[in-house]
């Protein structure tokens, strides 16, 4: 497995969210995050990616992590597209950008430095990211934010392109990605019903600075 999610319960702002959440991604496997807005999609895969402390669980990752997209694009405003992905992958300890910049389209825009593009472009960018890690699991939450139709589509494939290779991934999106591989998780049954603490009795205020 290349995760492990056992008895998860996340909160934000002192507030419990999620409770009892569990599920397996194997390689080869995607699984798309589903509930109304506020259920705590976004803290559950921060939770997982280990940006903040779960309140309770088990989270067992590949032994290289995992690499995680969130709502910032994560770019140098200064650096070209190109610049930007080399850095990304010199820290991951990776070399070839080529085929993340083929992957998201991003040819034409190799010399632009990243202030000047769009915001769909950046996105684009953004999730080129993810090509250059070499990590297997990937954590996405809204992926496909600012993104055209065209865009979607080429995302779509670069996922199940990560999935044919062994690769995994854990979404929090409402858009239809067209992914046959991808299972659905309804987050509504885990909501916490009541206060949720964790080994020490009461809620960890760390979270707090992420509400």
């Known amino acids: 497995m290349l995760l492990i999610v056992e008895d ?4 934000r702002g002192g507030i419990a969210l999620l409770e009892a959440v569990a599920f ?19 803290t559950l895969l921060r939770a997982i ?12 990752l590949p032994a290289d992590g995992a690499a995680y997209a969130g709502h910032a694009d994560g770019l140098k405003a200064t650096l070209t597209v190109a610049e930007n992905l080399a850095f990304w992958a010199r820290i991951y300890g990776q070399r070839d950008t080529a085929a993340a910049i083929a992957a998201m389209d991003l040819g034409a825009l190799a010399d632009r430095p990243a202030q000047n593009l769009s915001a769909g472009q ?5 999730l080129a990211r993810l090509l ?12 496909t934010v600012s993104l055209d139709a065209a865009s979607v589509a080429m995302f779509a494939a670069a996922v199940r ?29 885990f909501r916490a019903k009541g206060p949720v603490t964790g080994p020490g009795g009461i809620a960890d205020p760390f979270d707090a600075a992420f509400a």
């Open 49 to 60: 990616a280990g940006l903040q402390p779960p309140l309770r669980g088990r989270v067992d």
């Open 122 to 126: 950046k996105r684009r960018l953004g």
């Open 24 to 42: 397996t991604l194997a390689p080869g496997q995607a699984l798309i995050l589903r509930g109304p807005n506020g259920i705590g999609k976004t």
């Open 161 to 189: 392109a990560h999935l044919a290779a062994g690769g995994a991934a854990l979404m929090a999106t409402h858009i239809d990605l067209g992914l046959a591989e991808a299972a659905t998780l309804d987050l509504s049954p």
């Open 8 to 11: 998860l319960a996340v909160a």
């Open 132 to 143: 250059v890690t070499g990590r297997m699991l990937w954590l996405l939450d809204e992926p």
